[in-house]
């Protein structure tokens, strides 16, 4: 039984005093406007009308019912409402995490446009190359470059990044540029800790290969493992949007891209809600916009 419809039945009917006037009212049939009261009689265990072949009225249950009715279904109405002019204009803090890089380059300047639209909101940015726990860390939307796993959570895909082998031009000309992954054994290669330690994957026919690179730096941050790349260090593997401007600029080139793994997903994530707060949906789809097919 839906109690809210049930309670709109009943009011219905001691407003017109007809239960074929509510069921006009209501644009439904008299046998449905029946089986709502009876249903809603029966769970509640008391009758809530005189009937006879003639005139219903209210019991003395029903009278105190009623009043009790109309308030659920007035405060049902403003909800409905709050949540309507909250969407329109939403407001309340908003809590986003999104990785270190990509947020500073891409997530942050679409938070300041939203912010711009949506002048009462407030956002807090967290910005991190850890797992994140949005739950358990009171986070409310994530932009995450992976698939996926906790099923505890939306994820709504934005786009696709690749991930990439550069090197600059330099050390191209000095070492060669390598026809398949398998040269990278003889060559240098810059490594994140702990993201590129370890074997590099790549794709060759539609089959996954891996190769155990070395080398002689490591960093624990992207953007020093990128300047070194550019200043000829060796190679290093990054995804693409983290080298894009130094692409552009012509201090990198990317090799082997015949044999890149498939695209990671960009997605954004927040918990499953029923009932997701109208600041959030706002967001979501604002940066379903802001990223629609993003491809780097």
């Not at 049930?6 to 007809?18: E, K, L």
């Not at 009043?67 to 309340?92: F, H, K, M, N, Y």
């Not at 990509?102 to 002048?119: D, K, N, T």
């Not at 060759?204 to 941050?221: A, W």
Request: aromatic share 6%; charged share 20%.
């Amino acid at each position: 039984m839906d109690r809210l419809k049930a309670m709109q039945t009943f009011v219905q009917i001691a407003d017109q005093g007809s239960l074929t006037k509510a069921a006009d009212a209501l644009d439904s049939s008299l046998p449905a406007v029946v089986r709502s009261l009876a249903a809603l009689e029966a769970h509640l265990g008391v009758r809530l009308f005189h009937r006879t072949t003639r005139r219903i009225s209210l019991t003395s249950e029903g009278r105190t019912y009623l009043q009790s009715a109309r308030e659920v279904l007035a405060a049902a109405d403003a909800a409905d409402r709050a949540l309507t002019i909250d969407a329109a204009e939403p407001t309340g803090r908003l809590i986003v995490t999104a990785p270190v890089l990509f947020g500073h380059m891409y997530v942050s300047p679409a938070i300041v446009r939203f912010l711009q639209r949506y002048e009462k909101m407030r956002c807090s940015v967290l910005l991190h190359d850890r797992p994140v726990n949005l739950p358990e860390e009171g986070i409310d939307v994530g932009i995450r470059i992976s698939a996926l796993e906790d099923s505890s959570l939306v994820a709504q895909q934005l786009g696709s990044i690749r991930r990439v082998v550069v090197a600059s031009p330099e050390y191209l000309r000095r070492h060669g540029r390598p026809k398949h992954p398998r040269d990278l054994l003889k060559a240098n290669c810059v490594h994140i800790h702990p993201t590129t330690i370890g074997p590099w994957r790549f794709r060759d026919e539609g089959r996954p290969i891996s190769v155990s690179t070395q080398g002689n730096l490591e960093f624990n941050h992207i953007a020093p493992a990128v300047e070194a790349c550019a200043a000829g260090v060796g190679f290093g593997s990054f995804f693409s949007y983290q080298v894009l401007p130094h692409i552009a600029q012509k201090r990198l080139e990317i090799v082997l891209e015949d044999f890149e793994p498939p695209p990671r997903p960009v997605s954004v994530i927040y918990p499953h809600a029923r009932l997701l707060p109208a600041r959030t949906r706002v967001f979501v789809e604002w940066i379903k916009q802001e990223f629609a097919g993003i491809a780097l």
